[in-house]
């Protein structure tokens, strides 16, 4: 009788405990210990999307944030323009989320320049999927009727021979970009400057001018300088629609937007070619929900893993947090990301944060260090302040609001 009444009870005390099981990881405090245990990452928006905290208490346990900090740093944010947003997503909870005006939560607003990190991401998954044509990896020569289209041919420059994809990457190709550039002394104003905003590809290898700017020529040797150039990136472009015969968009569909549950996202086109097709404008265009841009910084986060899968190689996802070594001249720009060495370039955010950035204040920040992805999505019309004031601004006031994490992370 002993014998029954001892498995009896070490049955039902398996019984409390199971229930007990159950009851704890069904609250959040539960979800956060099955965190600890296997990575969290969240599923499409239409099955559930991001785990979420509302509660102060939750935000400042679980997440550890201090959410009247949070609300400083979105009066910041508001009053950039009447149509602004911000997310904030640490150690896997959304624990912040505001909008105002035109954005949403399903809406679809340009977040401009910040499609080029996009289409680096792109280019690095296809060096690793066909090896056999990388096989020097970024120090590839990609100038060449093997990597690009026909139309890009004869080269109208032929320094364009020597340029290499992680010049590219890193505009320090020579193409023709932005004012002010840099080379070895520091700044310099070329003349022209190379096209920028919307323009056909035909144009980005130099074939005809755009508006007053020009690609015809180099500005310097390849590997001389940094120019921010759009049409060194809507060259990347046309690498990967020649290689893969889909166009950025539709590559990215496959290989990054589907596996990591972006849904109802936009990515225009570039103005017509003398044939009159269409490309992918990866120089900028993209349109992401706002919370499917924050799954874009959170698969950055893991390293460019999602779940158990690898979906950007990881050597290239470290290499986007660091300096690249294809870029000696300008130390706020890596691998088509804004960077952060030396705290210089966002002054009040850890060293190693890095960000997607564009037009109009639109950015996917990363900080590896406080395990955290920020969002903002919106126009800046009532800013008064230069774009990078305004860029640090955005991201110290998220960072202010972080606490010293509980798990160590």
């Not at 970024?138 to 289209?149: E, G, S």
Request: charged share 25%; aromatic share 10%; with cysteine.
């Amino acid at each position: 009788m002993k014998e029954i009444s001892l498995a009896r009870m070490t049955v039902g005390i398996g019984i409390v405990i199971m229930f007990s099981t159950l009851a704890l990881f069904g609250t959040p405090a539960g979800a956060a210990a099955l965190s600890e245990q296997k990575t969290y990452f969240p599923p499409p928006e239409s099955k559930g999307g991001w785990r979420t905290l509302t509660r102060t208490s939750d935000i400042r346990k679980l997440a550890r944030m201090d959410k009247r900090k949070l609300d400083e740093a979105w009066e910041y944010v508001r009053r950039l323009d009447e149509n602004s947003s911000l997310l904030v997503v640490r150690h896997g909870w959304l624990c912040y989320e505001k909008y105002q005006g035109a954005v949403t939560p399903t809406s679809n607003r340009d977040m401009h320049s910040c499609g080029k990190a996009f289409t680096g991401v792109a280019v690095a998954i296809l060096t690793d999927k066909m090896p056999e044509l990388f096989p020097k990896k970024l120090d590839q020569l990609v100038c060449d009727p093997t990597y690009l289209p026909q139309d890009a041919f004869p080269l109208t420059d032929p320094r364009k021979a020597r340029v290499k994809l992680g010049q590219l990457l890193s505009h320090t190709s020579g193409i023709r970009g932005n004012n002010p550039s840099y080379g070895p002394a520091g700044k310099v104003m070329i003349k022209p400057a190379g096209p920028d905003g919307s323009f056909p590809e035909h144009s980005a290898f130099g074939k005809a001018d755009w508006r007053g700017t020009s690609a015809k020529t180099l500005w310097t040797d390849p590997g001389g300088g940094y120019s921010y150039a759009s049409a060194g990136v809507v060259i990347l472009g046309a690498m990967v629609r020649k290689l893969t015969g889909k166009e950025v968009a539709d590559y990215m569909r496959e290989k990054v937007f589907d596996p990591i549950g972006w849904e109802g996202w936009k990515w225009y086109g570039n103005p017509a070619e003398p044939d009159g097709s269409r490309h992918t404008k990866c120089q900028g265009g993209i349109e992401p929900r706002p919370r499917d841009a924050l799954r874009f910084g959170y698969l950055l986060l893991h390293l460019g893993r999602w779940n158990e899968e690898q979906i950007i190689p990881q050597w290239y996802a470290r290499m986007m947090r660091t300096s690249s070594p294809y870029n000696p001249y300008y130390p706020g720009y890596g691998l088509l990301v804004v960077i952060n060495p030396g705290g210089k370039k966002l002054p009040s955010a850890p060293r190693g944060t890095y960000a997607a950035s564009g037009a109009a204040n639109n950015h996917i920040f990363v900080v590896p260090s406080l395990d955290m992805v920020v969002v903002r999505i919106g126009d800046r019309g009532r800013a008064r302040e230069p774009f990078d004031v305004v860029q640090d601004k955005i991201i110290g006031g998220v960072v202010k609001a972080a606490l010293p994490s509980e798990s160590g992370k």
